[in-house]
């Protein structure tokens, strides 16, 4: 079965920095789209960001010219660099993997754990 680990959550101070990476576990043939999705307390699950496996981003508006993300096709996992990190950015981030191929069979999507991101002073 396919499966996505998450790793990066952790405290930062407003500003500052972190990298979250998410990578696919198992035998996998092809991801079309790989992305990052957030959830904070009371709110709904949105889009941070995807990235097709051409290459081609697509970010919420909230984060554009602050988070940037990046895949490694030969490594099946994908990368979320997020700068000037503003306590709103508070949230549970969930990898996401959109039509994936693998050994196991296809997946019309699949979701990772989640990992907390905590933006405060």
């Known amino acids: 079965q396919v499966q996505l680990v998450e790793s990066g959550g952790a405290l930062v101070q407003p500003g500052g920095s972190l990298s979250l990476s998410c990578a696919a576990s198992?035998?996998?043939?092809?991801?079309?789209?790989m992305g990052w999705y957030r959830q904070a307390p009371g709110k709904q699950r949105e889009l941070v960001a995807d990235i097709t496996s051409g290459g081609s981003t697509n970010y919420a508006d909230s984060v554009k010219g602050r988070f940037t993300i990046s895949r490694d096709n030969a490594k099946n996992t994908v990368y979320l660099q997020m700068n000037s990190l503003k306590p709103e950015d508070t949230a549970v981030y969930y990898c996401?993997?959109?039509?994936?191929?693998?050994?196991?069979?296809?997946?019309?999507?699949?979701w990772g754990q989640g990992t907390l991101v905590t933006v405060s002073s």
């Open positions: 996401h993997a959109e039509r994936v191929l693998g050994s196991t069979g296809w997946y019309r999507e699949v």
């Open positions: 198992g035998k996998i043939f092809s991801i079309n789209a």
